[in-house]
């Protein structure tokens, strides 16, 4: 029994390279840079790691992984 193919963790191992999972580290961004860079912060990881795991299905896809 397989929880997830291949391509589906090769997919998930590189959204999570890219976004902030951590709330300690939210919460020191917020204290340093305050609210806006940090929200921005947060906004922009979150859409990189959502377009790079786009591109890693896509070639997953392609590729036949």
Known sequence: LTV???GQILTFT???VFY???LATI???WQE???KK???ALIFTTLIAFFFGVLTR???YILGV
């Open 4 to 6: 997830m193919t291949k």
């Open 14 to 16: 590189v959204f999570v």
């Open 20 to 22: 902030m999972p951590c």
């Open 27 to 29: 919460a020191a961004l």
């Open 33 to 35: 840079i305050g609210a």
């Open 38 to 40: 940090t929200i921005f």
């Open 58 to 60: 896509g070639l997953v």
